[in-house]
């Protein structure tokens, strides 16, 4: 299982639409309603610790990830997840 490293982090349906998230650098009313458009458009979700997910593949930074308990698949940046490991009996 994997689960997100913090929560608020953010997850999207469309790979391009988490790099654009990433790339805005502006502030204020105007960057707020184009991060908002891109993140409607590219099915863009918050997800939490909480929520246990299922490894689909990885392309780069970026690893396609399914909830555990069904749903739509989602891009996360690799370094904003982490796969949980059994804990080990010695």
Do not use: H, K, N
Request: proline share 4%; glycine share 10%.
């Amino acid at each position: 299982m994997w689960r997100v490293l913090a929560d608020g982090t953010t997850g999207c349906a469309d790979a391009q639409a988490l790099d654009a998230l990433r790339q805005e650098t502006e502030t204020g009313p105007a960057a707020l309603r184009r991060l908002a458009a891109v993140r409607a458009r590219g099915g863009c979700v918050t997800a939490f610790r909480v929520s246990e997910w299922r490894l689909l593949g990885t392309s780069g930074s970026l690893v396609r990830l399914a909830p555990a308990a069904g749903g739509d698949p989602l891009y996360f940046r690799r370094d904003e997840v982490a796969e949980e490991r059994p804990a080990s009996s010695s």
